[in-house]
Every structure is written in C-alpha cells, then in structure tokens.
T-cell receptor, first 113, second 110 residues
Framework: GAGVSQSPSNKVTEKGKDVELRCDPI?????LYWYRQSLGQGLEFLIY????????KSGLPSDRFSAERTGGSVSTLTIQRTQQEDSAVYLC???????????FGQGTRLTVV | SQQGEEDPQALSIQEGENATMNCSYK?????LQWYRQNSGRGLVHLIL?????REKHSGRLRVTLDTSKKSSSLLITASRAADTASYFC??????????FGSGTKLNVKP
C-alpha cells in the first residue's frame, strides 16, 4: 500500500480479554516501531523490529505485551489479559532503514472497559 | 532518559505570526526529527537534522540544532490556521528507536 496501515482503527474490549493489533508497513521498509500514546501525552516506545528480529524490546510495559513480525513485513502486537490502563492509541511506524524518517500509521485506539 | 522535551507545552498565536518551539534532550544523538500530529492520531514527519548539521530549512520550516546545548528549535514562519497541531521532537541515539517528548500544542487563530 501507499502508507502504513493499522487495523482495527478502534477496538473496545472487556478487561481480561486478549487483543491483537496489526500493522502493515510500507513495502520494503526494514525497520518497524510500535509506540503507545495515552490521551494528551507523548509517545511511549514499546518495541523495534529490524527485519523479523526485535533487538530492542525494552519498552514493553509487562509480560502481557508481546509482538512479532513475519516475512519482514506485517507485525502484530498482542496484549493479553487487558487492563484499563492499557487504554491508549497504539501507533506503528516503519522506516526504510534504522534512524531514517519514520512513516506512521493512523493508529489503533484501544479502549478497555 | 533519552527523551526530548518540548517547550512551551502550548502556544497560541495569530495567523501570520511566527511560531517557535524548542526541544531539549539529555544525551548525545545521531539525529533529531520533528513530527506533527493532528487530532491525536498518526504523526507526519516534517524534517530531520543530523548531529553534524546546525540549520535546515524546508518551506516555511526552519530547524536549528545546538549539540553543545543539547537543544533544537523549530520555527514556523507566516503561520496558518492549518498549522494548528501538536509538534514533537524525536531523538535517536543509536539508530534503533526514537524517543519522543510530550509535544507542543500549537493553536493558530484565524
């Protein structure tokens, strides 16, 4: 596609349920990033992929969070046993190489009720 | 923390005026980027300045970088109502992630 695509755009889930958020990066972009943004706040780094490997998982807030990337393309962020504090906009970005300009998707707004 | 911090947190100006936002960071960087965000969703890249550059221009945007002071500024000249948005700086120390600050909310009044 022409840009980074994220799905779903909005997700409402009940506390305790698992959710999967998907990111389709720009074709050919080797670097992929996940960030989280709470209302009115800055972006919190979650994880970075170079190809299919994740050399930096330091931002994942707990072991309930995991992410994978397959085929050097699509990435999935999974949150298990969701909590209300997980409510935020989850943003994915891709870049042709680490350190270059990042292109962001429109995000997934997750609401845990 | 590597995070950049923007200043001011909020800025309100009249259309046609210039807007200046500042960013400070804590450790050495490879490059610094500025992004814009409308309505709390996706960010749009504005400009990237490398650590060996001091000033860069793109249209109505002017970015400066002072590595000795660990600071950067973004100047938007002749602002328009459409420039109303949140602006973030992102610092990159080791090419594997960007740290974002909390942003400056710019309101340009028509």
């Amino acid at each position: 596609g022409a840009g980074v695509s994220q799905s779903p755009s909005n997700k409402v889930t009940e506390k305790g349920k698992d959710v999967e958020l998907r990111c389709d990066p720009i074709s050919g972009h080797t670097a992929l990033y996940w960030y989280r943004q709470s209302l009115g706040q800055g972006l919190e780094f979650l994880i970075y992929f170079q190809g299919n490997s994740a050399p930096d998982k330091s931002g994942l807030p707990s072991d309930r969070f995991s992410a994978e990337r397959t085929g050097g393309s699509v990435s999935t962020l999974t949150i298990q046993r969701t909590q209300q504090e997980d409510s935020a906009v989850y943003l994915c970005a891709s870049s042709p190489r680490p350190g270059a300009e990042a292109f962001f998707g429109q995000g997934t707004r997750l609401t845990v009720v | 923390s590597q995070q950049g911090e923007e200043d001011p947190q909020a800025l309100s100006i009249q259309e046609g005026e210039n807007a200046t936002m500042n960013c400070s960071y804590k450790t050495s960087i490879n490059n610094l980027q500025w992004y814009r965000q409308n309505s709390g969703r996706g960010l749009v890249h504005l400009i990237l300045i490398r650590s060996n550059e001091r000033e860069k221009h793109s249209g109505r945007l002017r970015v400066t970088l002072d590595t000795s002071k660990k600071s950067s500024s973004l100047l938007i000249t002749a602002s328009r109502a459409a420039d109303t948005a949140s602006y973030f700086c992102a610092t990159d120390a080791n090419f594997n992630k960007f740290y974002f600050g909390s942003g400056t909310k710019l309101n340009v009044k028509p």
